[in-house]
């Protein structure tokens, strides 16, 4: 049975890693931990 995540990033924290992977300079490193963070996101509720 999988574990369910519990941490959740804030809407804050998610905007700016969305920047950094936009961002062409950012190194890999950088879009790596701001793809980790958007993982941990919740789920768009959809209407």
């Known amino acids: 049975m999988a ?26 490193a950088a879009k790596s931990a701001a793809a980790s963070a958007l993982t941990q996101r919740p789920d768009k509720k959809k209407k």
């Open 3 to 28: 574990k369910r995540n519990s941490e959740v990033t804030s809407k804050k924290v998610a905007s700016a890693a969305a920047k950094v992977l936009r961002d062409p300079k950012a190194g890999k």
